[in-house]
């Protein structure tokens, strides 16, 4: 056959398969022309790990191959290799020897093309540069040589927005924000500050100091409910009537966030100052009714629906209109973070709400008030706000400790408070912790002090106590989002102990390496390191647990409870460690892998109506399982450092 059909069928083959597949055919005939093909017999080796890199990157185009490590103690499987896949990628842009042997599993045909020209033909697609960049790291800010593999380019998936606008911009709804501003002394008469309300056309004027900082806002819903019961005049001081009950915002805030923090304080409007607190200058008023007319609709008010569902009927059904909004904005692992924030917020409101059902049903019984202060916790999932599918539910009530005298009835309220709720939160779709970490359970509605004893015993006897069945207790927070004293209390000891305990962390730290993942997915198959093939992936077990262990043993060594979500957990270990030491490298990709494994956890989820913790596969887009495959690399690397740092014995 003639060198030029040679390179057109070999270019017709290329084309198929990414990142080829991004690059103009042109291009690809080119590259083919410089290149040539190869055959191999089943068990031969292509090249071995340590030997010097030649002038070829290998394509597969026949056959399947095996990628391993060989060691003193044998050979480990890395990957598998089959038709369309490339070898010989790791280190392509330098000239080090190859980090792995790749041997052939079945008689192969590899077409050989010139690295180097192929290095500078991706360069020149950004949809190829993506491509490399998920294959070399799991990063957003990983670059290919120069050029950064950032979401925001938005390709192959249109941005993420409410209608007209984007949850990403910063700048129109600050805009909006600044042109809506409307401020008063604290002295200005009432009758001045209503007709500014008419005339400016705003429904919030905010009150500042001599310095410009924010003290309080007057709105026209609260100024005519005032006019109506008569309890002003107009010449009184604006001072004496203003809403002292602000929420201040970043000006560097996105759309997304600022829905966020509307919808967690369940306010209309929220005060935009030049360092995001109340004690510098007011710059901004952030609206939801403008946020509205700028956006369309958004998810604030189905938090508003929540905190007034009239019964468990409506606040399933609101449940279920939770998860279509997590359809609708689940295109990409970027809109993630933003679900997973605002899907936290409007599960505490849930739990607010079932509560606040329940305890009404108690009353309607005769059975009276709480008495005293109490607090549901929120653990496992659902405390470290990745709940956002309706898995097991992880919680507990915490309460202060009662007089000796009322110690018994005390208790015997909040139990029955705690099965009432729970039976609530079944009706709405969730499963219950197989772990039976649940507040209906006497082991998890306690006192305070008591609450604190169960914890010192898991941090002092581990194994007799059987933390590991229980590790998803320490990812806790309260339903309110103003601080909450009794969690903070159980936080404080908690540290505490782990100071006076500090063999604790290592315990967790070994129990996290418990879960392994698999080495890669070929084929639409899951490859275990024996080289057993699976069509299932039990994503939970062997992605996202890894991880959210390994989180949380870098927080409870850090003596941090917060953050409790899991990728901010590695996010904020690998700025402790350094972000341009390996080690903080390390910990931001393993960052990025759990949102990685999340995204295809709750994509198929939801779509399925599972719990999303055993997927396929093979219904995962190609990106997806190339970033999945990097993930799995990520957390065996992550595995080594912590047994490394912890001075444990681990053996992959």
């Known amino acids: 056959m003639k060198g030029s059909a040679i390179s057109v069928r070999i270019a017709d083959f290329l084309k198929d398969y990414p990142p080829f597949q991004f690059l103009e055919i042109e291009e690809l005939r080119a590259l083919a022309g410089k290149g040539k093909v190869k055959f191999h017999e ?51 842009r330098s000239d080090e020897p190859y980090l792995h042997t790749v041997k052939t599993d079945t008689e ?7 690295r180097q020209m192929f290095v500078e033909m991706a360069e020149g697609s950004i949809q190829a540069r993506r491509y490399l960049a998920a294959y070399f790291s799991l990063n957003p800010a990983y670059h290919w040589n120069g050029y950064y593999h ?60 001599q310095w410009q900082r924010p003290v309080g806002k007057v709105t026209d819903a609260h100024l005519r409910n005032c006019l109506i019961n008569g309890s002003i005049h107009p010449a009184m001081p604006v001072r004496e009537l203003m809403l002292r009950d602000l929420v201040p915002a970043s000006p560097h805030e996105n759309t997304g966030e600022l829905l966020v923090r509307l919808t967690r304080f369940d306010k209309n409007s929220l005060v935009v100052t030049e360092d995001g607190t109340l004690d510098s200058r007011v710059v901004g008023l952030v609206s939801e009714r403008n946020l509205f007319l700028q956006y369309g609709r958004f998810p604030t008010v189905i938090g508003e629906a929540i905190l007034s569902a009239p019964d468990i009927v409506s606040l399933r ?19 993630l973070k933003w679900l997973m924030a605002m899907i936290g ?48 539910v992880y919680h507990a009530l915490v309460y202060e400790d009662p007089d000796p005298e009322q110690k018994e009835s005390t208790g015997q309220f909040y139990h029955e408070l705690a099965r009432r709720a729970a039976h609530l939160i079944r009706q709405c779709g969730f499963l219950e912790s197989p772990q039976n970490v649940l507040a209906h359970h006497p082991g998890w509605c306690l006192s305070l002090s008591d609450m604190k004893q169960r914890f010192s015993r898991f941090i002092r006897e581990p194994i007799s106590s059987h933390v590991y069945n229980a ?29 006076a305990n500090p063999g604790f962390v290592r315990h967790m730290a070994s129990d996290s390496l418990v879960n392994q993942p698999p080495r890669t997915i070929f084929s639409g198959y899951v490859v275990d390191k024996q080289g057993i093939r699976r069509d299932e992936l039990a994503i939970k077990s062997h992605a996202l647990l890894p991880l959210v ?41 393993a960052s990025e892998g759990f949102l990685v494994a999340q995204f295809a956890r709750i994509s198929q989820g939801i779509r399925s109506g599972t719990d999303g913790a ?3 596969p093979g219904e995962l887009d190609a990106e997806t399982r190339t970033l999945l495959i990097t993930t799995f690399r990520t957390i065996l690397d992550i595995f080594e450092s912590t047994a490394r740092h912890f001075k444990l014995v681990w053996r992959d």
Request: hydrophobic fraction near 40%; aromatic fraction near 4%.
């Open 471 to 499: 590790r998803d207790a320490f990812d806790f927070q309260s339903i309110l989002e103003e601080p909450c004293p009794l969690a903070a209390q159980l936080s404080a000891h908690i540290n505490a102990e782990l100071v």
């Open 42 to 92: 089943d068990g031969e080796i292509v090249f071995s790990k340590g030997q010097p890199r030649d002038q070829w990157l290998y394509v597969v185009q026949q056959g399947n191959l095996r990628v391993i490590d060989e060691t003193e103690e044998g050979e480990s499987l890395i990957d598998l290799r089959g038709p369309g896949d490339m070898i010989g990628l790791q280190g392509i």
């Open 317 to 335: 059904s609101l449940r279920d209109r939770l998860e279509s909004l997590i359809l609708e904005f689940l295109d990409s692992r970027r809109s």
């Open 549 to 589: 262990d390994v989180g949380r043993v870098l927080a409870l060594a850090a003596g941090s409870h917060q953050p409790t979500a899991t990728y901010e957990r590695l996010a904020a270990a690998a700025r402790r460690a350094g972000l341009d030491s390996p080690q903080g490298a390390l910990l931001e990709e």
């Open 345 to 392: 917020v409007l599960n505490r409101k849930m739990s607010r709400r079932i509560l606040e059902l329940a305890l009404a049903g108690m009353d309607r019984d005769g059975l009276g008030a709480p008495p005293g202060k109490w607090s549901w916790l929120m653990m496992g999932s659902g405390g470290r706000d990745e709940l956002l599918i309706r898995s097991a």
């Open 150 to 209: 950032d979401d925001e380019s938005g390709i192959e998936q249109g941005p993420v927005t409410l209608r007209r606008g984007g949850l990403w911009e910063v700048e129109p709804p600050q805009q909006n924000a600044r042109e809506i501003l409307v401020t008063v002394m604290g002295d200005r008469p009432i009758g001045e500050v209503a007709r500014q309300l008419q005339s400016k056309r705003v429904d919030c004027i905010v009150v500042v100091d």
């Open 614 to 616: 055993v997927i396929r």
């Open 108 to 114: 192969a045909i590899l077409y050989c093309l010139p």
